[in-house]
């Protein structure tokens, strides 16, 4: 799955966790982790961003058996890439109320350049 967003923006993006057969997960008491690197090979302390559902950064919906949360990325998550744009490698995680893990989603997020680079 591809996303995309500009350098030092504001960016959110909306998630819909499904089961193997696409119907909504219920994300009551799960943890969700997004993680985003440059490269598949660094290790999760050198990710670009990373958010969590403990930790911060994404918020379940008020009715989590929809499945539905939003991932928030903050301008200083994207600030520091190179201004000319970027492409990276992300994917979310769900730890579920048994422990076992699952890979539900994965992609490439493409941060673009920014023009304005300050705000008077």
Request: net charge negative; aromatic share 2%.
């Given at each position: 799955m591809?996303l995309?967003?500009?350098?030092?923006?504001?960016?959110?993006f909306?998630i819909t966790?499904?089961?193997?057969?696409?119907?909504p997960?219920?994300?009551t008491?799960?943890g969700?982790?997004?993680t985003?690197?440059?490269?598949l090979s660094?290790?999760?302390?050198d990710?670009?961003?990373?958010?969590?559902?403990d930790?911060?950064?994404i918020?379940?919906s008020d009715?989590?058996?929809?499945?539905l949360?939003t991932?928030?990325?903050?301008p200083?998550?994207t600030?520091?890439l190179?201004?000319?744009?970027?492409t990276?490698?992300w994917d979310?995680?769900i730890?579920?109320n048994t422990g076992?893990?699952y890979?539900l989603?994965i992609g490439?997020?493409?941060?673009?350049p920014?023009?304005t680079?300050s705000?008077?």
């Open positions: 591809k995309r967003m500009t350098r030092g923006n504001t960016a959110s909306l966790a499904v089961d193997s057969t696409g119907q997960l219920d994300l008491g799960a969700l982790w997004f985003v690197k440059k490269r660094d290790s999760d302390v990710a670009v961003i990373q958010k969590t559902t930790g911060g950064g918020t379940v009715n989590p058996m929809s499945g949360a991932i928030a990325i903050d200083d998550d600030s520091g190179s201004t000319l744009g970027q990276l490698h979310l995680q730890v579920g076992d893990i890979t989603a490439l997020l493409r941060v673009v920014d023009v680079e705000i008077v």
